[in-house]
């Protein structure tokens, strides 16, 4: 912060940068440059029942109904927990055709008792409109889980963007018959960039 760049604030010859706001005049296709958010209730606040599909088991819940303290507001995602589990919280999502990047940052915490191997695992993907892995953003397992919930943070970029795509945004877990590993996920952001010039 505090650095010596010394002199007024504007004093940088960084007139007109390509972080400002968009102008009226930018895109008069109506093309908006900047990141943009492509999820609906990606902090679970709004509850389970808006934005999200869960399968295989009841997904989003409430801070009173989980051994942990959520990261953003009363709600998050609690994928596993359970033996034998194969289920999956899931939206759609919409790549505009401009999008030159897509990026998914979350709150993460991982528990685990599991033993050995990597039984337990849960997948962050981009489906097609068929149903098949289009993309996996992520994957974590039993491996990268602790004994208790301490909160990370997750930051994964997609390549390619899958620019005017009509794609699902799914997070999919599956667990073996013992040894319980939750995957609790919260504050997920997933950004498109649009770039509107050239
Ligand atoms: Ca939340
Ligand atoms: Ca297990």
Same mark, same amino acid.
């Given at each position: 912060m505090? @650095?010596?760049?010394g002199?007024?604030?504007?004093?940088?010859?960084?007139?007109?940068?390509?972080?400002?706001?968009?102008r009226?005049?930018?895109?008069?296709?109506g +093309?908006?440059?900047?990141?943009?958010?492509?999820?609906e209730?990606?902090?679970?606040? =709004?509850?389970?029942?808006?934005?999200?599909t #869960?399968?295989?088991?009841?997904?989003?819940h409430?801070?009173?109904?989980?051994?942990?303290?959520?990261? @953003?507001? =009363?709600?998050?995602?609690?994928?596993?927990?359970? %033996?034998?589990?194969?289920?999956a919280?899931?939206?759609p999502?919409?790549?505009?055709?401009?999008? @030159? =990047?897509?990026?998914?940052?979350?709150?993460? +915490?991982?528990?685990?008792?599991?033993?050995s191997?990597?039984?337990?695992k849960?997948?962050i993907?981009?489906?097609? #409109?068929?149903?098949s892995?289009a993309?996996?953003l992520? #994957?974590?397992?039993?491996q990268d889980?602790d004994?208790? +919930? %301490?909160w990370? #943070?997750?930051q994964?970029? @997609?390549?390619p963007?899958?620019?005017? =795509?009509?794609?699902?945004?799914?997070?999919?877990?599956?667990?073996?018959?013992?040894?319980?590993?939750?995957?609790?996920?919260?504050?997920?952001?997933?950004?498109e960039?649009t770039?509107c010039?050239?």
């Open positions: 505090n @650095s010596d760049v002199g007024s604030p504007d004093a940088g010859g960084t007139i007109g940068g390509s972080d400002a706001a968009p009226p005049d930018a895109g008069g296709d +093309c908006v440059e900047g990141w943009h958010e492509l999820l209730n990606g902090d679970f606040d =709004q509850g389970p029942d808006v934005g999200w #869960s399968t295989g088991d009841a997904i989003i409430r801070e009173a109904d989980m051994p942990i303290h959520v990261d @953003s507001g =009363q709600y998050a995602a609690w994928l596993g927990g359970r %033996n034998e589990l194969d289920a919280l899931s939206q999502i919409s790549v505009p055709d401009r999008a @030159s =990047q897509l990026r998914l940052t979350a709150k993460i +915490c991982f528990v685990t008792v599991e033993t191997g990597t039984p337990d849960v997948d993907q981009l489906l097609d #409109s068929g149903g892995v993309g996996t992520h #994957s974590f397992t039993n889980a004994a208790i +919930c %301490n990370g #943070s997750l994964v970029d @997609s390549s963007a899958h620019a005017g =795509q009509d794609l699902t945004f799914q997070i999919h877990v599956t667990t073996n018959a013992t040894n319980h590993t939750s995957f609790y996920f919260d504050t997920l952001v997933l950004e960039l770039e010039g050239g």
